[in-house]
């Protein structure tokens, strides 16, 4: 069965260093790969996608690797600030209309 | 401004009782979707629809219902059927051409059966 698996720990860093969170699927073949951000209470916000033919995303201090051999992406945060704080999920998908399946979410606390 | 709304944003109900979760959009999206999430947890897929009048099960579908009579509307019911309703309900919508199939989600319902 299809299973997106993102670490249920959560991340603690120190504010200025670059945060890495993974997402790893099994049995899809995605052509995309979405990111997104969830604050406590509130709904996700779409942070990045990226094409299973880009090997790297970029804006502003975040930055998106999709590894189609490896079946994984990264999801990074240089400078880390505080206000980064919050729960990110991945969310792969494939071509046409279907419906997109999340993974749990990784957890990221940024300590002053 | 264009986005989704969802209502109420708090809601409790008793044991028994069937409630209605409403969400809007005005940005024109075709497809809609419903998601719960438990504390700690991802979302799951309860329902989702791709067009007026279709709307297809998703991975926790029992206990729920759904109609999608208008474009810019997808309620969900919460029936007596739903055996543990307490959740954060997040529903979603996106566009289905020319975009990468971002989706654009309401601010939440907390439902809490007493």
């Known amino acids: 069965s299809q299973k997106i698996e993102q670490n249920s720990e959560a991340l603690n860093i120190q504010e200025g260093k670059t945060a890495t969170l993974t997402c790893n699927y099994t049995n899809y073949s995605p052509a995309y790969l979405q990111w997104y951000r969830q604050d406590p209470g509130r709904g996700p916000v779409f942070l990045l996608l990226?094409?299973?033919?880009?090997k790297e995303k970029r804006k502003e201090r975040l930055k998106v690797t999709f590894d189609t051999t490896l079946k994984q992406s990264l999801f990074h945060i240089t400078a880390s600030q505080p206000a980064d704080s919050a729960t990110y999920l991945c969310?792969?998908?494939?071509?046409?209309?279907?419906?997109?399946?999340f993974g749990t979410g990784t957890r990221l606390l940024v300590s002053p | 401004d264009g986005g989704i709304t969802q209502s109420p944003k708090y809601l409790f109900r008793k044991e028994g009782q069937n409630v209605t979760l409403s969400c809007e959009q005005n940005l024109n999206h075709d497809a809609m979707y419903w998601y719960r999430q438990d504390p700690g947890q991802g979302l799951r897929l309860i329902y989702y629809?791709?067009?007026?009048?279709?709307?297809q099960k998703g991975d926790i579908a029992e206990g729920y219902s759904v109609s999608r009579e208008k474009k810019e509307s997808f309620p969900l019911t919460v029936t007596s059927a739903q055996k543990n309703p307490t959740a954060f309900y997040l529903c979603?919508?996106?566009?289905?051409?020319?975009?990468?199939?971002?989706?654009?989600f309401g601010e939440g319902s907390r439902l809490t059966v007493l």
């Open positions: 969310a792969p998908m494939n071509t046409g209309f279907q419906k997109l399946v």
């Open positions: 629809s791709q067009i007026v009048n279709d709307f």
């Open positions: 979603a919508s996106n566009g289905r051409t020319g975009n990468t199939g971002e989706l654009f």
């Open positions: 990226i094409r299973e033919n880009e």
